[in-house]
């Protein structure tokens, strides 16, 4: 039997939310005990924890964990060799979602049974080593501070944008209700609830963030759409979400595949921490074939997106002969509320492009310490930018498309466009309704050129 005590020396200050430890072993090679083919060790292990040296051990899981063995002899297989080690690959281990207590301790036993093979043929283990993998004090203070002081930022410009719309006259459009829901999901995944988890033994909180992750990954892919799709002018079917099922639809499905493939790890994780979706044959390769297929599916989508942006563009620029004809101060004000329009487009194809590379990245890294092979680091600058980036996104774009209440001269015409002056002005994007079209609607529409 091995036994180890891990301790916490973060919980004095803030807990550690979630924690990996990978094993591996070291075998030495011995012409009469050659590791088999398909090796598989067995190990029968017990986690327990608690909080002062003097307390009793709390058990929080006792399983059998099976695990292959992996592993290549560079020598030669001959006696003189005989005492050199094998060189073998990590094995994922024990995946826990929170780590509140002070001390946590591993019983390990590896029973020996021949009539059932049961550790039979894996050669002579000499000594078992553990990789740990968390999140650290310095960064969990980061983290923490991050989450709470954006949370009453995304929220206080939420509100603000929804009473700017409850203000008009008309129901507000498809548009901002994309862009409120957008910033509803912001909030949630802002929410600081990894505060509970100093007083509270929250083991579902890597799952509780995986799935905050995902609503706001399928709201964010969605409204990138929908925001492409509003400002299409040669489109008829507007301001409807029915109008986008081709390609929301495709989103929703992902995000429930995502969902499951989180759900058959994490979620029988809350149980048995020892469980690993990646210690089958099967289970490995529908992993790693998740991986590449949701690659493969958002690079597609960035190159749809980049298409969509391409036609609003062309849209826009085609259009544009009807600014010589109005006044200077109009033409002046279109103008730059063009060049904004445009900025703000491009600001959006970066965004979804450094999500894109964030999410594969990301899921890389993390199968990487669960399959081997070519390392990808990502720091946590990087983390907490794209992270800080999805924020300034979402603050821009309610601050941005919130109604205006601006006036320009009562005596100013506008040409073939047909804005009257007193009207209320604003970005959004929109079809006709009580107050009329918004300005950059009546730009471009097919009925400004005829």
């Known amino acids: 039997m091995a036994g180890a005590i891990i301790e916490n020396m973060s919980t004095k200050k803030l807990c550690i939310v979630g924690g990996i430890l990978l094993v591996f072993q070291i075998i030495a090679f011995l012409v009469g005990g050659l590791i088999g083919e398909n090796a598989e060790v067995s190990m029968d292990v017990s ?83 553990f990789v740990g993998i968390h999140q650290n004090g310095g960064f969990t203070k980061v983290w923490f501070a991050m989450k709470t002081f954006l949370t009453p930022s995304i929220f206080i410009i939420m509100v603000w944008y929804w009473r700017r719309i409850t203000m008009m006259s008309r129901p507000p459009v498809l548009l901002e209700k994309v862009i409120f829901a957008l910033g509803i999901s912001m909030t949630f995944i802002n929410i600081p609830v990894e505060w509970f988890s100093i007083g509270f033994d929250w083991t579902w909180m890597l799952l509780f963030g995986d799935i905050r992750q995902g609503i706001f990954y399928a709201m964010l892919l969605s409204f990138w759409i929908i925001f492409c799709g509003e400002h299409m002018m040669d489109q008829h079917e507007r301001n409807h979400i029915a109008g986008y099922w081709k390609q929301v639809g495709p989103i929703a499905v992902g995000s429930f595949c995502l969902f499951i493939f989180d759900m058959c790890e994490r979620g029988v994780q809350l149980t048995n921490p020892f469980y690993s979706i990646w210690t089958t044959d099967v289970g490995t390769e529908l992993a790693m074939a998740f991986i590449i297929v949701a690659g493969i599916c958002l690079c597609l989508y960035f190159l749809f997106l980049c298409f969509m942006v391409f036609q609003v563009f062309r849209n826009i620029s085609g259009k544009q002969s009807s600014l010589p004809a109005m006044s200077k101060v109009r033409r002046l004000h279109y103008e730059g509320l063009i060049f ?102 009546k730009l471009t529409r097919k009925e400004a050129q005829e």
């Open 47 to 129: 986690l327990a924890y608690r909080d002062d040296m003097v307390a009793e051990w709390t058990e929080m899981a006792h399983e059998r964990v099976p695990r292959k063995l992996k592993c290549t002899f560079t020598s030669p297989k001959t006696p003189e060799h005989e005492g050199r080690y094998y060189e073998c690959d990590v094995l994922p281990f024990m995946e826990i979602g929170s780590v509140a207590h002070k001390y946590y301790l591993l019983n390990i036993r590896l029973p020996v049974n021949e009539k059932k093979k049961i550790n039979v043929g894996i050669g002579e283990i000499k000594d078992i080593r």
């Open 340 to 441: 904004r329009f445009k900025f703000l487009m491009l600001i959006t194809l970066a965004c979804a492009a450094m999500t894109v590379i964030f999410f594969i990245v990301s899921q890389v890294t993390e199968g990487h310490w669960k399959w081997g092979g070519v390392t990808v680091q990502v720091n946590s600058a990087f983390f907490t930018g794209i992270y800080g980036m999805w924020n300034l996104y979402v603050f821009a774009l309610m601050f941005l498309y919130a109604p205006s209440h601006k006036n320009y001269g009562e005596d100013q015409s506008n040409g073939n466009l047909g804005v009257h002056s007193g009207e209320e002005l604003q970005l959004t994007t929109t079809i006709t309704h009580v107050d009329g079209p918004t300005e950059i609607y």
